[in-house]
Nanobody, 129 residues
Framework: QVQLVESGGGSVQAGGSLRLSCAAS????????MAWFRQAPWKEREGVAA???????SYADSVKGRFTISRENAKNTLYLQMSSLKPEDTARYFC???????????????????????WGQGTQVSVSS
């Protein structure tokens, strides 16, 4: 079982930037479709961005043009560069492994497409106005 550990969250003012990281254990990370999700209080968990093994990416409309997902397979690490942050980006952010067949659409897959047991514990992002 792969362990996923997120880091890089914090508190920033609107317009600021953060880079989230997700470190994966094991040696098969490069074969995984990976995604970032977020969950704000009282809201459902939603897909933010996804990246396939061929490095194709997809983004939610709400973050397109502001967030960039990337991966560094040599370091077993997934990233989410977040810029021009808004208060509505405040949420707990999770990385997860997604079933590959759901990683090829125009939009990130939903949380129901995550491989069972392949969630990180999350990292909190808070954006103040």
């Amino acid at each position: 079982q792969v362990q996923l550990v997120e880091s890089g969250g914090g508190s920033v003012q609107a317009g600021g930037s953060l880079r989230l990281s997700c470190a994966a254990s094991g040696n098969t990370f490069s074969n995984y479709c990976m995604a970032w999700f977020r969950q704000a209080p009282w809201k459902e968990r939603e897909g933010v961005a996804a990246i396939n093994i061929n490095l194709s990416t997809s983004y939610a409309d709400s973050v397109k043009g502001r967030f960039t997902i990337s991966r560094e397979n040599a370091k077993n690490t997934l990233y989410l560069q977040m810029s021009s942050l808004k208060p509505e980006d405040t949420a707990r952010y999770f990385c997860a492994r997604v079933w590959r067949q759901y990683c090829t659409g125009d939009y990130p897959p939903g949380p129901q497409r995550v491989v069972a047991g392949y969630w990180g514990q999350g990292t909190q992002v808070s954006v103040s106005s």
